[in-house]
């Protein structure tokens, strides 16, 4: 069967378009990962599902969505500069229309490099107003401790306290005019090579596990373009296996880059002065298990994002876009 060449554009439009569609679906997961791996004293969530649960109760059903508004709006070229490097380095890393495991393995060095620049200040802005709601309702539950003696509930709280509960409406226009004012293009940058240092890796397990997984029970040609050759459901259940593995491997550094990128901290909770600092503070403090925090919701959120992502490039849908338009 002969290889279906892809063009740039159509490469750019299928990421943008699986972006789209897959930050859609699991966006309040991510913001249940956000808060949990945020929490350092106060334990105002106890696991996701309590996360979401206290979420919509003091925040409404759209308090889920806090942050989502970057990422449709950032995710279209952060995802199609991955998916896309990825396949040019493929490309020209392919010999003979074959390419091995260390080439699977640069070429995902080389997507999770080039997505960087986009995904920084978007995970910057996100992670400002996904953790607005966790401030608030760790103040809350602050506040009650006070006057409600030493073991207070965020729902009773809640009722006591209805003028407080709602967290500081801030946009994320406002959030970068004031980082731009403040310290420059380099605040919207802060935790870059936190991000690096996730993302990197993330490609490399990711992308050659994809390919290899979409290529089981198929021997010839496995190392070129198999997300083009595989059936539908074979490229979408490789692309959540592989992007849940992926995930939960690199959840420890998505923890330090998520704390990195924090600026507003509660009440008794760390700054940190960089990357080692941030491992060393955390592991004295929260022990090993707080690198952790969030690795099922990172799995929940990734696995069906990168699913779509291959649903959508086996579908051909940039392609028809581009067809429709020419």
Known sequence: MAEKKVSL?????NGGVAGLVGVTCVFPIDLAKTRLQNQQGARVYSGMLDCLAKTIKMEGYFGMYRGA?????????EKAIKLAANDVFRQKLSKDGKLPLWGEIL??????T????????MEMLKIQLQDAGRLAAQRTVAASASTAGPTPSLVASQAAQPSTNAPPRRSATRI??????????????????????????FSMIYF??????????????RHSNPQERAPFLQSFVAGCMAGS??????????????????????????????????????LKREGPSAFLKGATCRALVIAPLFGI??????????????????
């Open 245 to 282: 593995v992926a995930a939960v491997a690199v959840t420890p550094l998505d923890v330090i880059k998520t704390r990195l990128q924090t600026l507003q901290k509660g009440e008794g909770e760390d700054s940190y002065r960089g990357i080692i600092d941030c491992a060393q503070r955390i």
């Open 9 to 13: 554009p159509a490469k750019l439009i």
């Open 208 to 221: 050659p596990l994809f390919a290899n997984l979409n290529a089981v029970g198929r021997t010839e040609d």
């Open 309 to 326: 992502a291959q649903g959508v490039y086996f579908l051909g849908v940039g392609e028809s876009v581009l067809g429709m338009l020419g």
């Open 107 to 112: 070429a995902g060095c080389g997507a999770g």
């Open 114 to 121: 080039c997505q960087v620049v986009v995904t920084t200040p």
């Open 69 to 77: 508004a970057v990422n449709l709006t950032l995710v279209t070229p």
């Open 176 to 201: 970068t005019l004031e980082l731009l004012q403040t310290r420059g293009l380099r605040g919207l940058y802060k935790g870059a090579g936190a991000t690096l240092m996730r993302d990197v890796p």
